[in-house]
């Protein structure tokens, strides 16, 4: 399995970049995918997750400003993130949760994400 992250870059404060993610192999639809992101000292975050059925989950810091999306036929993972604050910027990391045993977690490189004040 294999998630391939794209869509980082730079941008000014609130602005908005939209993140995607591919996942190859055949777990996707048994998945739990979703975004994390890490700064520089600090521990890996969720940012956003959604389910197979479409449920969604926001960190409480993102909430409103930040959609994440899934399309099932073409096994891709969208975050479409608005408002941008310079808090944000870190490395995002696409993730996805085999929720089928064995219940196995898999990660995507990072995109780094950087907004300016």
């Known amino acids: 399995v294999q998630l391939q992250a794209s869509g980082g870059g730079l941008v000014q404060a609130g602005g908005s970049l939209r993140l995607s993610c591919a996942a190859s192999?055949?777990?996707?639809?048994?998945?739990?995918m979703g975004w994390y992101r890490q700064a520089p000292g600090k521990q890996r975050e969720l940012v956003a997750s959604?389910?197979?059925?479409?449920?969604?989950t926001y960190a409480d810091s993102v909430k409103g400003r930040f959609v994440i999306s899934r399309d099932n036929t073409k096994n891709t993972v969208d975050l479409e993130m608005n408002s941008l604050k310079p808090e944000d910027t870190a490395v995002y990391f696409c993730?996805?949760?085999?929720?089928?045993?064995?219940?196995?977690?898999?990660w995507g490189q990072g995109t780094q994400v950087t907004v300016s004040s």
């Open positions: 993730h996805a949760k085999r929720l089928v045993r064995p219940t196995t977690d898999y």
């Open positions: 192999g055949s777990i996707f639809m048994i998945s739990l």
């Open positions: 959604v389910a197979p059925g479409g449920s969604t």
